[in-house]
Every structure is written in structure tokens, then in C-alpha cells.
């Protein structure tokens, strides 16, 4: 299967969060029409520019919990990544 982040995976990515348990809101946020998205549930609160950003964000903590924080050795690991040098 191949599937890439673009606006048709926005609607199974908020059905994903509701089928975990997780309640999802938006709103606007500034005179820009920025949007929030939060997840709510599990005592846990996620919020996130979009749903599939926000599905991740409930998917990172589920995987690595609480120690979801990278080191400094591996943000040196996979800066020239992020920064578009690779």
C-alpha cells in the first residue's frame, strides 16, 4: 500500500482518533483562520495544526511515553534531515 499526507487522509485520521477513545475539536485561533486541533481523552490533551499531525502526536506518546524526547545525539543524528540536507 502507499498513502502520502495530503487532505483525503484528514477525515480517517480523525475517525482513527475517535476510535481510540480520543474526543477531537478545532477551532480558530488568530484574525488568520489559524486552526487548532485537539484530541481529548485517556487524561491526556493533544493539539496539533492538523489531524494526521494530531494522530501522530497520539501515536509518538503511545510508542515511546513519557521519554518521547529525542537526545542530543540523535537530534545531531537527523538534523541535516530536517533541515532538507539529505
Not at 7 to 19: G, K, Q, T, W, Y
Not at 29 to 53: C, F, R
Not at 57 to 86: F, H, P, R, T
Request: charged share 20%.
Amino acid at each position: 500500500m502507499r498513502i502520502a499526507s495530503a487532505p483525503n487522509v484528514e477525515v480517517p485520521a480523525i475517525l482513527a482518533l475517535e476510535s481510540m477513545g480520543f474526543i477531537v475539536a478545532s477551532r480558530i485561533v488568530n484574525a488568520d483562520h489559524k486552526m487548532v486541533w485537539t484530541a481529548t481523552g485517556k487524561g491526556d490533551e493533544y493539539a496539533a495544526e492538523d489531524p494526521l499531525s494530531l494522530l501522530g502526536l497520539v501515536k509518538l506518546l503511545e510508542v515511546c511515553g513519557d521519554n518521547w524526547q529525542a537526545s542530543d545525539n540523535d537530534i545531531a543524528k537527523y538534523l541535516s534531515m530536517l533541515e532538507g540536507d539529505v
